[in-house]
């Protein structure tokens, strides 16, 4: 099953006769002024009645037979139900019966017409009473004969008629929530599996402003980085595919949290390397894409010797980092076509991060003059060549990024130290304040067993060299 077959639109609801003719209180409304004509006289009111009543009537069943029901015709139709009932001097039977239908009426009008309904029913039922008495000086008795049975029997019709019609429609709605819900619930689960294609800062704002999605770049100033993996290739030839696809995914998985938390846009995986800019689409300005993209680097840099030492452990060796970092105007946007889009970049930019990557070696990131402006003033950089490029007339001086040193003294955020069997990594710029005594107790008992081992190797020397001088004697 395609995508478009599991997310097709609903097939909207059958007409459930809301949008029908929903009147059938103006027939128990005409029965009961012509049986009131009938089984009592055709007085002047009756035929006044007749004329009131029937000839509304029959224009609200002609004009809303096909039409949605409305505040207006609600409100004649109450209209009309109350005429009746102050006409006949609220008889006891046929007032409950007709006063029942405008109740149902009224509770199926919308919430904030509830008491405009109800307050002219009211007025009508006491202006109507009044004239009925001014008209009839006697009181009518309409409590006797088949009339109040049948009025009450009809309305009770009307009402049946109408609880089982809104059943139905609860059911039809409830089964279409239901429905709803499921395919909404799959959706999200199938969003949220899409978005981990996609980098956060361009799915986020389409999903926040529900905007278009077309084919469309611009120009902008970005800072581009290129890594890799230094020597993964001669790695891949000599390990198993699971243990292969074990180290890259730990890699990739290492390093994507790290772009992530630097706000970089992860453009894409190529093999065993990975592409990320800055710029675009939210800029913090030139000069600070660079800075935030040279300490990316530089923390990918000290991740991989973490990486490097775990998989030392393992019997696998040699595997390094290598960056290409540059700034410069490039296109950047979707590129592709309207059924297949790619938010990437493209420019004589993208090209010179690459080719700096390649030229990189072992921890080291290159970084193009451009960016060497930028970022000079806050990281030391040496400068290593001026390179002959593939594809670039001019030759390119490139320099290399120093780690930030331990010897700035309390401005350094890091302290980075690699020896064999010795790796000393301390970040304190994602310390927490209630682990430093946690952090104190493991270097105690790492300078502990540290002295430990040199006592056992002083041991060692010694006893060696008595054995060596028992043998000479």
């Known amino acids: 099953m395609t995508f478009s077959e599991t997310f097709k639109p609903m097939t909207p609801l059958k007409d459930t006769g809301a949008c029908r003719f929903d009147y059938p209180e103006v027939f128990v409304l005409i029965l009961t002024v012509v049986l009131r004509a009938i089984y009592y006289d055709f007085r002047s009111i009756s035929m006044a009645l007749l004329v009131i009543i029937t000839l509304p009537s029959l224009m609200i069943l002609i004009y809303n037979y096909r039409r949605q029901t409305s505040f207006w015709t609600s409100n004649i139709v109450i209209i009309l139900l109350s005429v009746v009932i102050g006409s006949l001097q609220c008889c006891t039977v046929i007032s409950i019966s007709l006063a029942a239908l405008i109740g149902v009426r009224i ?9 405009k309904l109800l307050s002219v029913s009211v007025v009508t039922i006491i202006a109507f009473y009044y004239v009925s008495t001014v008209l009839n000086a006697d009181s009518m008795d309409f409590d006797q004969g088949l009339l109040p ?49 996609v980098p956060p800062q361009i799915w986020e704002p389409i999903v926040k402003s529900d905007s278009p999605v077309r084919v469309s770049n611009k120009r902008a100033k970005l800072t581009i980085m290129f890594s890799d993996i230094v020597g993964f290739t ?77 998989w030392r452990l393992m019997g696998f060796e040699g ?56 970022i000079c003033h806050n ?53 927490k304040d209630n682990d430093y005594q946690y952090i104190k107790a493991r270097l105690n008992f790492a300078l502990e067993r540290i002295e430990q081992e040199e006592e056992k190797v002083a041991k060692d020397i010694a006893a060696e060299s008595k054995r060596e001088d028992a043998n000479r004697k």
């Open 379 to 431: 990281y030391e950089c040496e400068h290593v060549a001026a390179f002959c490029l593939k594809g670039i007339d001019e030759k390119v001086d490139a320099w290399q990024v120093l780690d930030p040193s331990a010897s700035t003294g309390h401005l350094s955020k890091w302290v980075d130290h690699t020896l064999p069997g010795f790796n000393l990594h301390l970040n304190f710029k994602d310390m």
């Open 234 to 310: 001669e790695l891949s030839d000599s390990l198993s595919s699971d243990n292969l696809a074990d180290i890259l995914n730990t890699y990739m998985h290492c390093m994507t949290s790290i772009a992530d938390k630097h706000g970089a846009v992860l453009d894409k995986f190529i093999g065993d390397g990975m592409v990320c800019f800055f710029g675009e689409p939210n800029s913090r300005g030139s000069r600070q894409d660079a800075l935030d993209c040279v300490a990316m680097a530089i923390d990918m840099r000290r991740e991989m010797r973490t990486l490097r030492q775990k």
């Open 107 to 115: 509770i199926l009008s919308r919430p904030e017409n509830h008491l």
């Open 319 to 374: 595997l390094y980092i290598r960056v290409g970092i540059t700034t410069g105007y490039c296109h950047v946007g979707n590129f592709g076509s309207n059924s297949r889009l790619s938010y990437t970049i493209i420019g004589k930019e993208a090209n010179l991060a690459s080719r700096l990557e390649s030229c990189a070696g072992k921890d080291q990131i290159l970084v193009s003059e451009s960016t060497y402006d930028y």
């Open 149 to 197: 049975l049948i009025v009450m029997v009809a309305s009770l019709g009307v009402i049946l008629y109408q609880f089982r019609r809104i059943y139905q429609q609860h059911i039809t709605f409830k089964a279409r929530a239901h429905q709803a819900g499921g395919r909404l619930n799959t959706m999200v689960s199938v969003i949220n599996k899409l978005t981990r294609f």
